[in-house]
């Protein structure tokens, strides 16, 4: 049954920094894409940034970019998402999700929930003003 593990959500200011980790195990089949979602109070939820797991490809939010960076360590079964300069409208739940053979669907760049089955339980993230 495959696990992932979020960790690393807090409390900081605005323009503060915060680095999220998602553990994956026990999969058969490894995830081709890793992605980051975040739901917001009274939002719905969206995609923030996913990765290829061969390292080919890497999509942001626009709302992330440029502060937000998506990394993995595929010998330690770990991604990570390094977020800077954060904002109030950045304080959501965080979720770290696996895809199997979906990466490469068309548009690229789309961050879509329907084509990730596996999700962690998520780690909160604050930022006050």
């Known amino acids: 049954q495959v696990q992932l593990v979020e960790s690393g959500g807090g409390s900081v200011q605005a323009g503060g920094s915060l680095r999220l980790s998602c553990v994956v195990s026990g999969f058969t089949i490894k995830p081709d894409c890793m992605a980051w979602f975040r739901q917001g109070p009274r939002k719905e939820r969206e995609g923030v940034a996913k990765i290829h797991t061969s390292g080919v490809f890497t999509y942001y939010a626009d709302s992330v970019k440029g502060r937000f960076t998506l990394s993995q360590d595929n010998v330690k079964n770990t991604v990570y998402l390094q977020m800077n300069s954060l904002k109030p409208e950045d304080t959501a739940m965080y979720y770290c999700?696996?895809?199997?053979?979906?990466?490469?669907?068309?548009?690229?760049?789309?961050?879509?929930?329907?084509?990730?089955?596996?999700w962690g339980q998520g780690t909160q993230v604050t930022v006050s003003s």
């Open positions: 999700a696996a895809s199997y053979g979906n990466c490469w669907d068309p548009p690229l760049s789309a961050i879509r929930e329907s084509t990730f089955p596996d």
